[in-house]
């Protein structure tokens, strides 16, 4: 119920203004953020992460700045701007990992797939792609781990390698239907245009 989400993250983000509380009032504007990318909102989404970024460039929260740029450069790739997405991501992700936050590197990882995938350098997208299957395999992160294996599918069926698109393909739709996600669906349906 986004509508829902979206009025009570408001209501949330007006009381943590009112308190001078920045740390809430940045990961409500994250919050905002997400529910906006979810309903195919990116502008929104794009100008939320924006905000959070500089909420926690003023705390001077590394991890929470990390976060944020990755976000915003996920908006800029859902708006179809890849190479400032590209660059956003880059720098989440090398503040990612020089905190040692395995999470914010595999999502930044991920973001790269994506990005690189958009951009059709594919060995850097499918390079990508399979770090942060590593490291969400490590994290125990499944549905992001069937996120990233169904990412990597695409990148081999967009380079013309259907054997290797199917077989990334299959394992997402495992994990997803272990998951019970609807999104396994949508993978059983490119696995249906593939031989084998």
Known sequence: DYTEATSQLAASLELHQQMGDKNGEARVTTAL?????????????????EQ?????????????QAGALNDVGWSHARLGE????????????????EL?????EAVGLDSLGYIERNLGHLPEAATSYRDAITLFQKLGARLFEAEALAGLGDTWHQAGDGAQAAGAWRQAMH???DLG????????????HVPG
């Open 33 to 49: 953020g997400a529910v906006a990318d979810a309903q195919g909102n990116f502008v929104d989404g794009l100008r939320y992460a």
């Open 52 to 64: 959070a970024l500089a909420l926690f460039q003023v705390l001077g929260d590394q991890a929470g």
């Open 82 to 97: 890849f190479q400032q997405a590209r660059t956003c991501c880059q720098q989440a992700l090398a503040l990612h990992r």
């Open 100 to 104: 040692g936050n395995l999470p914010g």
């Open 175 to 177: 994990i997803l239907d």
């Open 181 to 192: 996600h609807p999104d396994a669906d949508e993978v059983r349906a490119k696995l249906g």
